[in-house]
Nanobody
Framework: QVQLVESGGGLVQAGGSLRLSCAAS????????MGWFRQAPGKEREFVNS????????YSASSVKGRFTISRDNAKTMVYLQMNSLKPEDTAVYFC???????????WGQGTQVTVSW
């Protein structure tokens, strides 16, 4: 079973950038679809980005398209979320997630807080 640990969250001003990292344990990481979700205060969790196991195909929510980029390094068992042009509405807890067998996002990290101020 893969375990996920996020890092890289923090406080940033609007227009700034952050890069989130997700360290995954487990020897079968390269076969997993990986992604990021977020949850803002008082709101439901929402999909942000995902990436196929080969890293060649990615998907982004419309709210972050063109600003956020997901990537992965299978050799290092890491997933990254580069966030540029951050807006206050991007403030949320960001979760790294894994889909080990195509049946859904069944593995979740503990989350990392991102706060964007004016």
């Amino acid at each position: 079973q893969v375990q996920l640990v996020e890092s890289g969250g923090g406080l940033v001003q609007a227009g700034g950038s952050l890069r989130l990292s997700c360290a995954a344990s487990g020897r079968t990481f390269s076969s997993y679809r990986m992604g990021w979700f977020r949850q803002a205060p008082g709101k439901e969790r929402e999909f942000v980005n995902s990436i196929r196991m080969s890293g060649g195909i990615t998907y982004s929510a419309s709210s972050v398209k063109g600003r956020f980029t997901i990537s992965r390094d299978n050799a290092k068992t890491m997933v990254y979320l580069q966030m540029n042009s951050l807006k206050p509405e991007d403030t949320a807890v960001y979760f790294c997630v894994a889909d080990p067998n195509g049946s859904g996002w069944s593995i979740w990290g503990q989350g990392t807080q991102v706060t964007v101020s004016w």
